[in-house]
C-alpha cells in the first residue's frame, strides 16, 4: 500500500511562508503523478480541492488561487513531493493533503493523513 507521509504544516502569519513536504516510501508504480489537495474548515465531507500537481508526463497545473504563490517541485528518486508556499493568505488555511495519483496499468489515489496549514492575519 502506497502511503504518503506529509510535513512542513504549521502556523504563519499573513504573507509568510511554508514549505510543506511529502514522502514515499514505497515504490511508485509508472504513470502515476504526485499533487496536492487541501480541505478549508467548516467544509470537511466535501470534495478537497487540488491546490496543485505534477502529472505523471512530468506537466505540472495549479489552482488559479495560488498561482504566482505557491511552486511545487518533485524529487523523483527519493519519492518526494514539495510545496513553497509564498504570500500566505487567511484563505489558504487548510489542511493540505499529498496524493499519490495513478492512472496507467494501477488506476487508484492514494492519500496521506494531512498536515494543518493555518494562517492568521
Known amino acids: 500500500q502506497v502511503q504518503p507521509v506529509e510535513s512542513g504544516g504549521g502556523s504563519v502569519q499573513a504573507g509568510g511562508s511554508l514549505k510543506l513536504s511529502c514522502v514515499v516510501s514505497?515504490?511508485?508504480?509508472?504513470?502515476?503523478?504526485m499533487g496536492w489537495y487541501r480541505q478549508a474548515p467548516g467544509k470537511e465531507g466535501t470534495e478537497r480541492e487540488l491546490?496543485?500537481?505534477?502529472?505523471?508526463?512530468?506537466?505540472?497545473t495549479y489552482a488559479d488561487s495560488v498561482k504566482g504563490r505557491f511552486t511545487i517541485s518533485q524529487d523523483n528518486g527519493k519519492n518526494s513531493l514539495y510545496l513553497q508556499m509564498n504570500s500566505l493568505k487567511t484563505e489558504d488555511t487548510a489542511v493540505y493533503y499529498c496524493?499519490?495519483?495513478?492512472?496507467?496499468?494501477?488506476?487508484?489515489?492514494?492519500w496521506g493523513r494531512g498536515t494543518q496549514v493555518t494562517v492568521s492575519s
Open positions: 496524493a499519490v495519483e495513478c492512472d496507467g496499468v494501477v488506476k487508484a489515489t492514494y
Open positions: 491546490v496543485s500537481r505534477v502529472r505523471s508526463d512530468g506537466i505540472t
Open positions: 514505497e515504490y511508485i508504480f509508472k504513470g502515476c503523478g
